[in-house]
């Protein structure tokens, strides 16, 4: 950028900012999916291509949730002896709601999660179980950044969906974005993926200052960013684009399809709050972003508070375990109509994770320490869904990990790998989990694409 | 963007040399030679890779450079001005301590914060809003750098502890900030928000959680590569059973009579006291059978230990140097920690005696928080109520001071915060105009004459600290006319805070 930028530059760029504003003024006549005024033909989901891969909404539970919980093993009788208070009952046939309902005879989703039992029915929601990062580590950080990375190194500083869509083309040609994380850092799945950027409110889009100025001052930005270091100036220019989209989507009006509600009221008609409620947030935001068709096909939703150490309760409605678990369900939910009623579910799986599972036996304050191994859970309407996915490895005392957690019978990273080629049609697993020591197998989660 | 160059290997190498090198520090001061190379510093704007600027160690040290720093920094020489931020005391800080008189709970005990019976004053809203105030007006910038850094490294998230507690904590940590880092580390255990936080306060004989035990070890002391084990974040869980609150186990807590409330309460009947051994099976490895003795000969053996030397030395280097500091960068630290008896003025006195010749001094991008401050410190605003920095600005950032939820701590690295510019624009654009609510600038004071260049000498001296590259100048002199109109000067103050340079320390 060494081109001699006087005054009369200056206002030749502010004209052509203003041309190029009023260029993204005529784009917004396509208008986004969800305004009222649009209706679709039935082959609007086919801009992506009919036999193209799926947008992968990735979600991480941070925090370590408890996966004993989160679907129950209430056919291994060692997982009552183990938890006395915190366990939840196995299904019967009273009308007591506090306890499973049945899956297929041995695991049972909690109160909590039920919103996704008809989802589970209809085979699009799968549970994996015993399953998580082999390596031993109970610290967080250490095992979120392993898992992210796809990799038990240290120094490797690149995330796993990051490397997926660097070592793929884009789905959509000329797309400004390709993967967008919904938070205000962003996280290490999504670090070396090109066009990708965070979002801490995809609503506020202001670059302050004078409107009569803006487009000049931005020009300026531009050049001046252009020739700043590496990182900076990928950063920037992310910025610009994503301002540039999220203008011309009209967020703030956005309607979810379906009668779909995100962030529902709890049973006891209290709502959630904190991170419970950002996660509603944040898939109605991916959802938007998904239905407006502009290329981007990774989402990351990060969703705390997840690290139960005190007070579990799975029952109490403002218990972090509930609150956690109930908008992870419902808000799961609402995407699902949302997107099926759009026309867009097919093209789309969701994936959560978290870094480990809690000790099965209780801690002394109706809590959970660091443990190990976990469920994992796939929803999509090309997930072999309907099942609880891995080979059990039993709750007695002598079958656990280190004495007292769940041990891993499959590596988590065989279904992120299988995802990855069957649905995001990446065959280039080398590059997505760079470990020598590590083959992916396939388990049969879900359907190829 | 790596973040970590030295890695488990290296640690690993130091920690077996570790016995032999403790008090060698002439040895370190030779094996460094290589790194403060000497002679690399031209003249540039602070946070370019071209030059580190004269005033780099003003803008590592503090919140961002003001003239008068400069002007103080000119006056003394780099020596005298960073021993006068070493010994913070020793800096008048009246304007400051004027400002801070609208908060009321600073100097409050938790007894008294929860006693106030005064609903205007909220315990925790006034902790963010005070650190705001002294990262901004504070003479005693450093001292103001290192609550923060301790902040980070000491993690309790306000909303998962007890607000009555925070103004106990940041006092704590501003005390002992530089001083020994076992009376830090004691302090701010005893001090209970960290046990609060970490779940310690229910850890009982019989009734135990590791929350507090890990974090202990693996983020406050050793590092996650300390060399200890689950058994050992076991031992460290049992040791401090029993560590505790007076008052915890009252109820209703607002009606307490109790003037100890909230202070360190050790309860012997709720202490495991079975012997122990840490990190090893040898006699010295032992914690005898006993009450709170264990726990205080468990903190002083971590304080001392050279996994806690090479994590504290990482974190330092790293803070004041650069994002990938070198082994032997490190391990001088290690060792200034650990000849020291763990004093933290020496350690920071060893790192940032002369920066300017280390070669592993790099730009760092400032992390949102360092970026709103330093940009109100450079434009002299006139803060008169932080509530819009904070819920405007800081929050959109999402580096609110005390509400990082994991006990890791706001981030320091480029990666996690670069994406996010938007809102440190809208800042930029906004507060040269005089639109950010209770933040007034007087932008015409920042520069001597409206002349083109004479607006750009302003920003180079209250913003960039040293002359702008001719790129910069060229865009620069293309949105001002030979005489700048206000709107201009306005603008082009904008233009300079949005700036790469700006983001960049």
Redesign the interface.
């Known amino acids: 950028?060494?081109r001699?930028?006087?005054?009369q530059?200056?206002e030749n760029l502010s004209r052509r900012g203003l041309i190029e504003k009023m260029g993204r003024q005529a784009l917004q006549g396509l208008a986004p999916a969800w305004m009222p005024s649009v209706t679709f033909g039935s082959d609007y989901r086919g801009k992506f291509g009919p036999a193209d891969r799926d947008v992968l909404i990735s979600v991480y539970l941070?925090?370590g949730c408890d996966g004993l919980t989160v679907c129950v093993p209430y056919g291994d009788p060692a997982y009552y002896q183990h938890r006395s208070s915190l366990a939840v009952p196995p299904p019967d046939q009273t009308t007591n709601a506090n306890r499973a309902v049945d899956l297929n005879g041995f695991f049972g989703l909690p109160p909590a999660m039920q919103p996704l039992k008809e989802l589970y029915d209809l085979g699009h929601f799968l549970v994996v179980h015993a399953t998580g990062l082999t390596n031993n580590?109970?610290?967080?950080?250490?095992a979120q950044q392993f898992m992210e990375a796809g990799k038990a190194d240290?120094?490797l500083?690149t995330g796993w969906l990051g490397r997926h869509l660097a070592s793929i083309g884009e789905m959509k040609e000329g797309a400004l974005l390709r993967a967008v994380?919904l938070?205000?850092?962003?996280a290490l799945t999504l670090?070396g993926g090109p066009r990708?950027?965070?979002l801490?409110?995809m609503e506020?889009?202001?670059?302050?200052?004078?409107s009569e100025?803006e487009a000049?001052?931005v020009n300026?930005?531009r050049?001046?960013?252009a020739?700043?270091?590496p990182?900076?100036a990928e950063?920037?220019d992310?910025?610009f684009k994503?301002?540039d989209l999220l203008r011309s989507l009209n967020f703030s009006n956005y309607q979810p399809a379906g009668g779909a509600q995100y962030n529902q009221p709890m049973p006891n008609g209290g709502g959630t709050y904190?991170?419970a409620s950002d996660f509603g947030n944040s898939l109605r935001a991916a959802a938007s972003l998904i239905r407006a068709d502009v290329g981007v096909e990774a989402v990351h939703v990060d969703f705390?508070?997840w690290?139960t150490?005190?007070y579990q309760a799975p029952f109490e409605y403002y218990g972090p375990m509930y609150m956690g678990m109930y908008s992870l369900a419902t808000n799961l939910r609402a995407l699902y109509t949302d997107l099926e009623a759009s026309g867009f579910m097919g093209n789309v799986t969701v994936a959560i994770v978290s870094e480990f599972g809690r000790t099965v036996q209780q801690?002394?304050?109706y809590?959970t320490?660091?443990g190990h191994g976990n469920v994992m859970m796939l929803l999509g309407k090309n997930v072999n869904g309907g099942q609880v996915l891995g080979t059990w490895p039993g709750l007695a005392s002598e079958l656990l990990h280190?004495h007292n957690a769940l041990a891993i019978t499959t590596d988590y990273r065989d279904i992120i790998a299988e995802v990855v080629q069957k649905r995001l049609k990446n065959t280039n697993l080398s590059a997505v989990f760079p470990d020598s020591g590590y083959t992916p197998t396939f388990r049969n989660a879900v359907r190829a694409a | 963007?790596?973040?970590?160059t030295a890695?488990?290997a290296s640690r690993r190498a130091f920690l077996q040399a570790g016995a032999a090198s403790i008090g060698a520090l002439a040895l370190a001061q030779t094996s460094k030679a290589q790194d403060w190379a000497g002679g690399r510093i031209q003249p540039g704007p602070i946070g370019t890779?071209r030059g580190m600027g004269t005033y780099g160690l003003v803008n590592r040290i503090t919140y961002g450079l003001t003239r008068e720093e400069a002007d103080r920094f000119d006056n003394i020489g780099y020596a005298a001005y960073l021993e006068e931020q070493l010994s913070p005391l020793e800096i008048d800080d009246s304007e400051c301590a004027s400002r801070l008189r609208q908060f009321q709970s600073l100097d409050m005990t938790p007894y008294n914060c929860l006693r106030g019976l005064d609903e205007s004053i909220d315990p925790s809203w006034e902790c963010v809003q005070s650190q705001i105030v002294r990262a901004i007006y504070s003479k005693r910038q450093l001292q103001e750098i290192m609550v923060e850094f301790w902040l980070d490294h000491f993690n309790v998230y306000i909303?998962n502890s007890a607000s009555e507690l925070m103004p106990t904590h940041i006092a704590t940590i501003r005390k002992y900030c530089l001083g020994s880092f076992h009376t830090l580390l004691t302090n701010v255990v005893k001090q209970v928000q960290v046990m609060w936080y970490l779940?310690n306060l229910?850890?009982?004989n019989?009734?135990?959680?590791?929350?507090f035990g890990?974090e202990l070890l693996?983020l406050h002391t050793l590092g996650?590569d300390g060399g200890y084990t689950?058994r050992d974040?076991e031992t460290a869980t049992a040791v401090f059973t029993g560590w505790g609150m007076d008052g915890y186990y009252e109820w209703p807590w607002d009606q307490t009579t109790n003037r100890n409330w909230g202070k360190f309460k050790f309860y012997a009947d709720r202490h495991d006291t079975s012997q122990r051994y840490f990190m090893g099976d040898l006699p010295e490895h032992l914690i005898p059978a006993g009450g709170q003795a264990q726990g205080d000969l468990l903190l002083q053996r971590l304080a001392t230990h050279p996994s806690t030397a090479w994590n504290i030395a990482r974190k330092l280097c790293r803070k004041f140097l650069s994002y990938e500091p070198s082994y032997n960068t490190i391990e001088a630290a290690a060792n200034a920690f650990l000849s020291s008896n763990g004093n933290i003025r020496t350690v920071l006195n060893y790192i940032l005696r002369d920066i300017r010749l280390s070669k592993w001094y790099k730009?760092k991008?400032k992390r949102p928080y360092h970026f709103t401050i330093s940009s109100l410190r450079a434009m002299k605003a006139e803060m008169t109520d932080s509530e819009s920095i904070i819920w405007e600005l800081l929050n959109?950032?999402?580096?609110v001071p005390l509400h990082w939820?994991?006990?890791?701590g706001y981030?320091d690295a480029?990666?996690?915060?670069?994406?996010?510019?938007?809102?440190r624009?809208?800042?930029?654009?906004?507060m040269p105009?005089n639109?950010l609510w209770n933040a007034r600038v007087d932008v015409y004071g920042l520069f001597k004459d409206r002349t083109r260049d004479g607006v750009i000498r302003g920003i180079e001296r209250n913003l960039f600290g040293g002359p702008m590259s001719a790129?910069?100048r060229?865009?620069f002199?293309?949105?001002?006319?030979s005489t700048a109109t206000n709107?201009q000067i306005r603008?082009a103050f904008?233009?300079a805070l949005?700036?790469?340079e700006f983001?960049?320390y």
Request: hydrophobic share 30%.
């Open positions: 950028m060494q001699k930028v006087g005054c530059e200056y941070r925090g580590t109970r610290s967080h950080f250490d240290k120094n500083w994380g938070s205000g850092t962003l670090e990708t950027t965070t801490a409110n506020d889009t202001r670059y302050g200052g004078r100025s000049a001052r300026w930005l050049q001046a960013y020739a700043a270091q990182g900076l950063a920037a992310n910025t994503t301002i904190g991170s705390g508070g690290d150490h005190e801690n002394g304050n809590g320490d660091h280190e | 963007m790596s973040q970590n890695d488990g890779e909303h779940d229910n850890n009982v019989g009734f135990t959680n590791q929350n890990r693996e996650v689950q974040v730009p991008f959109n950032m999402r580096q939820a994991p006990p890791n981030p480029m990666n996690v915060w670069v994406e996010n510019l938007r809102p624009w809208y800042m930029s654009f906004q105009m639109w790129v910069r060229e865009q002199r293309g949105v001002l006319n709107t603008e904008g233009l949005a700036s790469p983001q960049m």
